[in-house]
Nanobody, 122 residues
Framework: EVQLVESGGGLVQAGGSLRLSCEAS????????IGWIRQAPGKEREGVSW????????NYAHSVNGRFTISSDNAKNTVYLQMNSLKPEDTAVYYC???????????????WGQGTQVTVSS
């Protein structure tokens, strides 16, 4: 059974930090690009950051570049998103998703997690 399980969300004040985790199982982790995608109420989903599990290449949305850092521990099949200098506009449900395609960032995803809520108060 394929699973992507996010954790680490919560409530934090503006300027604070959170670290999200995404633990994957049920598929060959090294063959996939893992992305973090967020969705705020009333807004479309927005890709935040991506990492290639095979070579460690990373990419970031302009809105988070310099504040967020994505990393992976392939031995644990886990991807992390370190979020620093959080802003109220970062408030959203954060999903991790896996893509087996060749585009980076991906155009579509094969698997999704259930999401974790991040709320940043002003």
């Amino acid at each position: 059974e394929v699973q992507l399980v996010e954790s680490g969300g919560g409530l934090v004040q503006a300027g604070g930090s959170l670290r999200l985790s995404c633990e994957a199982s049920g598929f060959t982790f090294d063959d996939y690009i893992i992305g973090w995608i967020r969705q705020a109420p009333g807004k479309e989903r927005e890709g935040v950051s991506w990492i290639s599990s095979s070579d460690g290449a990373t990419n970031y949305a302009h809105s988070v570049n310099g504040r967020f850092t994505i990393s992976s521990d392939n031995a644990k099949n886990t991807v992390y998103l370190q979020m620093n200098s959080l802003k109220p506009e970062d408030t959203a449900v954060y999903y991790c998703a896996a893509s087996g395609g060749n585009y980076f960032p991906p155009l579509e995803y094969d698997y999704w997690g259930q999401g974790t809520q991040v709320t940043v108060s002003s």
